[in-house]
């Protein structure tokens, strides 16, 4: 089966965006308002990349995008090549592996897909890769550039003269693409990896403290399925997400939402200790005792913004047993019930949670219905919810079955599937229940923290504002906060996730994906996407969204704890060594084109 995306990319025409990218770096070279471009006066010169690339031991990378394979005129065009790449394009690990290539076409800004038929140029990427396995190869990097007066260093260190932008990237995963940008340096952690046990528990650095519990420290390219692996182990888990490749970097500064998170707090609050490389080029550690403010803000403040981070060091919990309820219930999506049923359902998710249910439920509206191959069209709720530390069906029944039956006798014409199965460990349960979803396309995601007054206090206004944001036929209702987020003890007292993630119980997402090389689909995904938060945001106007999953910002992501934060950054970061959109105090540059120029 030809992919929607192969077949869409032949109708569209390619070139307009390139072009118009080329004049403008034709127009800005030079400058010094932008980062340098490979051709403007202060790129550096071929000897100082390869100083650069002596420095670490000949670990520069200077990569060509995957999808030249399938470009002829191209030197890695392959005709063998180009339909394993085609094939592996919309699955993890050829991205995560690759130095440049990220999981969402667009931030690559579809410069070189695997299509013989599209442009192809390296115009979207990095230009030179640092492939680091060491602290001292990030640090490296981040001494390079952008450029930093000597005032600002120490005096030990030479002034950077380099005026080059500067990313990270690990696996490539971000929906805000944060990991990509053209023209630039781009610090690549995903071979980072090395898991150490604590079995005797933790003391973090020069602290005087002592930290009870198994804990690991865990180099920063680290996966998540290697973190389960390493810890099932030892009949641990760790709090982490659902994706197989997910990175330990993009996570844990995200604030990382877990199935394990209403019981034990997010994966930012298991955090003991960090270890970076500041925008100044130091190395260092983070825990309570010392760079407590890095330490706060790199627990939720935002990946590539801070420093970047080489290990972290995280309590581990005893792998609990796993039932899991799979279920779906489903009618005629002209049913004028069919949002009274699903916001009943929703409406109990905070009454739920707090009996220990968690899970990943999924609205749909209005969708092809697959078991009459689309003639007809259904809304409903599908997903899996688990209940912990047991294997008794009854344990997650009793909660799950009153509401199905509720709604079955409520409302007339619904069709309900439940399938219980049980895992002996969570390592085990996540194997066979991890997120399968396919990458390599591009789309837009919104998202919104949603606590129990937005889902009880009036059910209008919750239905209202779940139909609307689910009208693109999709949204997620995650059951991944509650309890054990609120009452969450992370080590130094807090973290710098939005404040609100402790009052939720359902972390919401809505995607509109879009055709490649097609401003005008991007444009009106983006604008759908607008219309779908706006009806959550109506909802619980007082709650955030999660940054590693939306695309709206500042108050969004980080509400009150927003000004500390920039405090934060402009303290440890004057002159905007880390620059990302949209991330801390980002505001004093923008994106012109291929061009990082300041305001
Ligand atoms: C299929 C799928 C499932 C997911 N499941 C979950 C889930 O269950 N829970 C959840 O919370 N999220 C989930 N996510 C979202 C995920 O947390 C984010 O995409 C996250 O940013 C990925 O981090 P990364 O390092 O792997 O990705 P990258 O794209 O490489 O990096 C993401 C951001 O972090 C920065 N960064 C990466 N490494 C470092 C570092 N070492 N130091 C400083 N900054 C760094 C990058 O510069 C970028 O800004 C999922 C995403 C997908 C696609
Ligand atoms: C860096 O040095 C290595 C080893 O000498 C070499 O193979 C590699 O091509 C160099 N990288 C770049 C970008 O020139
Ligand atoms: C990056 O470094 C790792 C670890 O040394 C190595 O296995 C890998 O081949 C390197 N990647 C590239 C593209 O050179
Ligand atoms: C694993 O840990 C659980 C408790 O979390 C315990 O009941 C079980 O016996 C342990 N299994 C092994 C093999 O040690
Ligand atoms: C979906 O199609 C199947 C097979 O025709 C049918 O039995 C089912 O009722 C349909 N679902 C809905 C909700 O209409
Ligand atoms: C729904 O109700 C019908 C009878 O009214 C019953 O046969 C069926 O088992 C019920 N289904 C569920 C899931 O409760
Ligand atoms: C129920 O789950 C079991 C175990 O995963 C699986 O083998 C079976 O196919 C599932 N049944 C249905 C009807 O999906
Ligand atoms: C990629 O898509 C996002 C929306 O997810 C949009 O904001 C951004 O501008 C797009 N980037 C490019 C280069 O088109
Ligand atoms: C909700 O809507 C129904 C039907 O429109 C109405 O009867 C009811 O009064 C409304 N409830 C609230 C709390 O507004």
Same mark, same amino acid.
């Given at each position: 089966?030809?992919?929607?995306?192969?077949?869409?990319?032949?109708?569209?025409?390619?070139?307009?965006?390139?072009?118009?990218?080329?004049?403008?770096?034709?127009?800005?070279?030079?400058?010094?308002?932008?980062?340098?471009?490979?051709g403007s006066e202060d790129w550096p010169a071929p000897g100082t990349?390869?100083?650069?690339?002596?420095?670490?031991?000949?670990?520069?990378?200077?990569?060509?995008?995957?999808?030249?394979?399938?470009?002829?005129?191209?030197?890695?065009?392959?005709?063998?090549?180009?339909?394993?790449?085609?094939?592996?394009?919309?699955?993890?690990?050829?991205?995560?592996?690759?130095?440049?290539?990220?999981?969402?076409?667009?931030?690559?800004?579809?410069?070189?897909?695997?299509?013989?038929?599209?442009?192809?140029?390296?115009?979207?990427?990095?230009?030179?890769?640092?492939?680091?396995?060491?602290?001292?190869?990030?640090?490296?990097?981040?001494?390079?550039?952008?450029?930093?007066?000597?005032?600002?260093?120490?005096?030990?260190?030479?002034?950077?003269?380099?005026?080059?932008?500067?990313?990270?990237?690990?696996?490539?995963?971000?929906?805000?693409?944060?990991?990509?940008?053209?023209?630039?340096?781009?610090?690549?952690?995903?071979?980072?990896?090395?898991?150490? !046990?604590?079995? %005797?528990?933790?003391?973090? $650095?020069?602290?005087?403290?002592?930290?009870?519990?198994? =804990? /690991? #420290?865990?180099?920063?390219?680290?996966?998540?399925?290697?973190?389960?692996?390493?810890?099932?182990?030892?009949?641990?888990?760790?709090?982490?997400?659902?994706?197989?490749?997910?990175?330990?970097?993009?996570?844990?500064?995200?604030?990382?939402?877990?199935?394990?998170?209403?019981?034990?707090?997010?994966?930012?609050?298991?955090?003991?200790?960090?270890?970076?490389?500041?925008?100044?080029?130091?190395?260092?550690?983070?825990?309570?005792?010392?760079?407590?403010?890095?330490?706060?803000?790199?627990?939720?403040?935002?990946?590539?913004?801070?420093?970047?981070?080489?290990?972290?060091?995280?309590?581990?919990?005893?792998?609990?047993?796993? !039932?899991?309820? %799979?279920?779906?219930?489903? $009618?005629?999506?002209?049913?004028?019930?069919?949002?009274? =049923? /699903? #916001?009943?359902?929703?409406?109990?998710?905070?009454?739920?949670?707090?009996?220990?249910?968690?899970?990943?439920p999924i609205i749909f509206n209005t969708v092809p219905n697959t078991?009459?191959?689309?003639?007809?069209?259904?809304?409903?709720?599908?997903?899996?919810?688990?209940?912990?530390?047991?294997?008794?069906?009854?344990?997650?029944?009793?909660?799950?079955?009153?509401?199905?039956?509720?709604?079955?006798?409520?409302?007339?014409?619904?069709?309900?599937?439940?399938?219980?199965?049980?895992?002996?460990?969570?390592?085990?349960?996540?194997?066979?229940?991890?997120?399968?979803?396919?990458?390599?396309?591009?789309?837009?995601?919104?998202?919104?923290?949603?606590?129990?007054?937005?889902?009880?206090?009036?059910?209008?206004?919750?239905?209202?504002?779940?139909?609307?944001?689910?009208?693109?036929?999709?949204?997620?209702?995650?059951?991944?906060?509650?309890?054990?987020v609120r009452d969450a003890r992370p080590q130094g007292g807090g973290?710098?996730?939005?404040?609100?993630?402790?009052?939720?119980?359902?972390?919401?997402?809505?995607?509109?994906?879009?055709?490649?090389?097609?401003?005008?689909?991007?444009?009106?995904?983006?604008?759908?996407?607008?219309?779908?938060?706006?009806?959550?945001?109506?909802?619980?106007?007082?709650?955030?969204?999660?940054?590693?999953?939306?695309?709206?910002?500042?108050?969004?992501?980080?509400?009150?704890?927003?000004?500390?934060?920039?405090?934060?950054?402009?303290?440890?970061?004057?002159?905007?060594?880390?620059?990302?959109?949209?991330?801390?105090?980002?505001?004093?540059?923008?994106?012109?084109?291929?061009?990082?120029?300041?305001?």
């Amino acid at each position: 089966m030809t992919p929607t995306w192969f077949r869409t990319l032949l109708l569209l025409s390619a070139c307009q965006a390139i072009e118009s990218a080329h004049l403008g770096r034709v127009r800005q070279a030079g400058t010094t308002t932008c980062k340098a471009v490979p051709g403007s006066e202060d790129w550096p010169a071929p000897g100082t990349w390869k100083a650069l690339n002596e420095s670490i031991g000949g670990r520069l990378l200077q990569p060509t995008p995957l999808g030249a394979v399938c470009h002829p005129g191209h030197a890695s065009y392959s005709p063998g090549q180009c339909p394993v790449v085609q094939a592996a394009w919309f699955t993890e690990p050829l991205h995560s592996d690759d130095p440049v290539s990220a999981y969402w076409n667009n931030w690559s800004r579809d410069t070189c897909l695997p299509d013989p038929r599209a442009p192809c140029s390296s115009d979207g990427y990095p230009v030179y890769v640092v492939n680091a396995t060491t602290a001292e190869h990030v640090k490296a990097g981040v001494d390079f550039g952008p450029l930093m007066p000597p005032s600002r260093l120490d005096v030990s260190k030479q002034a950077r003269k380099n005026n080059i932008r500067l990313i990270v990237k690990n696996s490539g995963h971000d929906y805000l693409g944060r990991s990509s940008a053209p023209n630039s340096l781009s610090i690549w952690v995903h071979h980072m990896k090395s898991i150490k !046990t604590h079995p %005797d528990g933790f003391s973090p $650095t020069n602290c005087n403290v002592a930290i009870d519990g198994l =804990a /690991i #420290t865990a180099a920063a390219g680290t996966q998540m399925l290697e973190a389960y692996r390493a810890t099932a182990l030892l009949n641990r888990t760790v709090v982490g997400g659902n994706g197989r490749t997910v990175a330990l970097g993009g996570f844990m500064t995200g604030g990382g939402h877990s199935i394990l998170a209403p019981h034990y707090g997010m994966a930012a609050d298991q955090v003991l200790e960090m270890e970076l490389v500041t925008p100044g080029g130091d190395i260092v550690i983070a825990n309570e005792c010392q760079n407590t403010d890095l330490f706060w803000a790199m627990r939720g403040g935002g990946g590539s913004t801070f420093g970047v981070l080489t290990s972290v060091t995280i309590k581990t919990i005893p792998s609990p047993q796993v !039932t899991t309820l %799979d279920f779906a219930f489903s $009618t005629a999506a002209e049913n004028p019930h069919a949002f009274d =049923a /699903i #916001t009943y359902f929703v409406s109990k998710f905070p009454d739920l949670a707090d009996a220990g249910v968690s899970g990943y439920p999924i609205i749909f509206n209005t969708v092809p219905n697959t078991s009459d191959g689309g003639r007809t069209l259904v809304t409903g709720v599908v997903g899996k919810v688990i209940k912990l530390h047991t294997r008794k069906a009854s344990e997650i029944l009793q909660h799950l079955d009153p509401l199905l039956a509720h709604i079955n006798a409520t409302w007339p014409g619904f069709a309900f599937f439940t399938n219980i199965t049980t895992h002996a460990s969570f390592g085990l349960w996540y194997e066979d229940n991890f997120d399968p979803s396919p990458v390599g396309f591009s789309s837009v995601m919104s998202s919104r923290l949603l606590d129990r007054d937005a889902l009880t206090a009036d059910l209008n206004a919750t239905k209202r504002g779940l139909e609307r944001f689910s009208a693109g036929g999709q949204a997620t209702v995650y059951i991944v906060s509650g309890k054990g987020v609120r009452d969450a003890r992370p080590q130094g007292g807090g973290t710098a996730v939005h404040p609100s993630w402790r009052r939720a119980y359902v972390h919401a997402t809505a995607t509109v994906n879009f055709a490649s090389l097609d401003a005008a689909a991007r444009d009106a995904a983006i604008a759908q996407t607008k219309g779908f938060a706006a009806g959550l945001r109506d909802l619980a106007p007082d709650m955030g969204a999660y940054v590693n999953e939306a695309s709206n910002w500042q108050q969004t992501f980080w509400g009150d704890n927003y000004a500390r934060l920039l405090q934060i950054k402009r303290r440890v970061d004057p002159e905007d060594v880390f620059w990302c959109t949209p991330c801390v105090g980002s505001e004093r540059w923008r994106e012109v084109d291929d061009l990082l120029c300041r305001i």
